[in-house]
């Protein structure tokens, strides 16, 4: 049985995100946002970082966002204690804290 009532938000590509743009600034954003079926805050948003989507130098085909985003690695220097870690067994010492 499927679930029913549930609808997907749309992924646009970076292409689309910049042809979104250029349509809020023809016609205004809550106009663009009905017309194309995206969120009103999304288009907004795309609106607002515009030079970044433009410059973007990437494939234009992409769904991810431009920035730098994703999780903060908790450890600084992970690769360095991964060696340390590995040296110390392949002496045959014990790994502790």
């Given at each position: 049985?499927?679930?029913?009532?549930?609808?997907?938000?749309?992924?646009?590509?970076?292409?689309?995100?910049?042809?979104?743009?250029?349509?809020?600034q023809?016609?205004?954003?809550?106009?663009?946002?009905?017309?194309?079926?995206?969120?009103?805050?999304?288009?907004?948003?795309?609106?607002?970082?515009?030079?970044?989507?433009?410059?973007?130098?990437?494939?234009?085909?992409?769904?991810?966002?431009?920035?730098?985003?994703?999780?903060?690695?908790?450890?600084?220097?992970?690769?360095?204690?991964?060696?340390?870690t590995?040296?110390?067994?392949?002496?045959?010492?014990?790994?502790?804290?």
């Amino acid at each position: 049985m499927k679930p029913t009532g549930i609808q997907h938000r749309p992924r646009p590509f970076i292409a689309q995100k910049l042809q979104a743009v250029v349509t809020a600034q023809a016609t205004g954003v809550r106009e663009a946002a009905r017309e194309l079926g995206y969120a009103e805050r999304s288009v907004r948003l795309w609106v607002q970082e515009q030079s970044k989507l433009a410059s973007f130098e990437g494939s234009k085909t992409r769904k991810k966002n431009t920035g730098n985003r994703g999780a903060k690695p908790i450890l600084r220097a992970a690769h360095a204690l991964v060696t340390y870690t590995k040296d110390l067994r392949r002496h045959e010492l014990a790994v502790t804290h």
